[in-house]
């Protein structure tokens, strides 16, 4: 490789954006098969609003309060939508105690003595409380509308589900369908359950879907699609995606993400646009041209 050409190469790049962490980095994405997408931040705008709360017996506002009490503690996006709505309803958040993070799967913490869980179904599983089935029907078919259902529960019982809504970044259709156009298949992988991912992974037109990934196997997948003979560029933005931005043979960040992502990636999109990955492989794909 001449050190000329990848100059060009990392200078077009600056102009576009895109920052290259190294000149080799774009020598290691000349083989990309496949584009791996995480959801929430990437794929969409990571800001999440609720859209209704299904209830048993237990008053709507009731349970908004006491779960935006324990996810005031909470930096996850879907924490944010609850506590904004509670906000807006002028709800008045009890203090918390023995705040906990069950990761990929929510949080936990005593509100006025009892232990409230707030997260995804899994979690309820685990911790035995029961979920009635008018509740679950509600959850299922706000996933299937592409909403993440946010369960809360205690003394023994589910209380209520909070469906909270994303949206597609505006680019996201049009960025993977251009990847299609390149001959790249694309991925979206996600801690999300497997009916809100395909619901949102069919409206980006995405292929393939990981679904219910915990944070720590995210690398582990993309080490699977690797060993399955693919080339992997994964685009991420948050803490999670960090051990996947290292394992993927290009990790793509989203500059308005997590230091930790940008960190270990060896491009960062400086914009938060989608259209950088367009980019970032087409300047690598002219880049390795010029070189070899
Ligand atoms: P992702 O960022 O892809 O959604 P995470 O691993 O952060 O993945 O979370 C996986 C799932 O766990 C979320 O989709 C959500 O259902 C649930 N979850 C995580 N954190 C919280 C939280 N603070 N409150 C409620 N649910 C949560
Ligand atoms: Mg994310």
Same mark, same amino acid.
């Given at each position: 490789? /001449?050190?000329?050409? $990848?100059?060009?190469?990392? +200078?077009?790049?600056? %102009?576009?954006?895109?920052?290259? &962490?190294?000149? @080799?980095?774009?020598? +290691?994405?000349?083989? =990309? ?5 995480? &959801? ?41 939508? =609850? ?16 705040? +906990? ?14 232990? *409230? #869980? ?11 409380? %029961? ?6 029907? %509600? ?27 994303? /949206? ?11 990847? #299609? ?27 393939? *879907?990981?679904? @219910? ?6 690398? /582990? ?7 399955? +003979? ?8 948050? *803490? ?22 940008? @960190? ?14 367009? %980019?970032? $492989? ?7 041209? /010029? =070189?070899?």
């Amino acid at each position: 490789a /001449t050190p000329t050409a $990848i100059m060009v190469g990392t +200078g077009r790049a600056a %102009h576009l954006g895109i920052l290259v &962490k190294g000149a @080799e980095v774009l020598e +290691g994405s000349k083989k =990309i098969t496949t584009v791996v997408f995480d &959801k929430t931040g990437t794929l969409t705008r990571g800001q999440m609003r609720l859209t209704g709360i299904a209830v048993d017996a237990t008053s709507e506002s009731e349970v908004l309060q006491r779960a935006a009490a324990v996810e005031s503690a909470s930096e996850h996006p879907v924490a944010a939508a =609850i506590t904004a709505a509670a906000r807006d309803r002028g709800l008045e958040l009890p203090e918390v105690t023995g705040f +906990g993070n069950v990761a990929g799967h929510g949080v936990r913490a005593e509100v006025n003595g009892t232990a *409230v #869980h707030v997260g995804r179904r899994e979690l309820f599983d685990r911790e035995r409380l %029961h979920l009635p089935d008018q509740l679950a029907r %509600h959850a299922s078919d706000g996933e299937a509308q592409g909403r993440t259902s946010v369960y809360a529960g205690w003394d023994g019982q589910v209380r209520g589900v909070l469906s909270v809504a994303d /949206t597609l970044k505006d680019e996201a259709v049009e960025v993977v369908r251009r990847l #299609h156009g390149m001959g790249l298949e694309a991925a979206m992988i996600t801690g999300d359950n497997r009916q809100t991912a395909e619901t949102v992974a069919s409206e980006a037109g995405i292929d393939r *879907v990981l679904a @219910e990934v915990l944070p720590a196997d995210k690398a /582990t997948e993309v080490r699977r699609l690797q060993a399955e +003979g693919r080339a992997v560029a994964m685009v991420g933005d948050g *803490v999670n995606d960090a051990p996947a931005l290292v394992q993927a043979d290009l990790g793509i960040a989203i500059g308005t993400g997590t230091d930790v992502a940008i @960190e270990s990636s060896d491009i960062t999109l400086m914009s938060g646009q989608l259209d950088g990955v367009v %980019h970032a $492989i087409q300047l690598s794909r002219r880049t390795l041209r /010029t =070189i070899y």
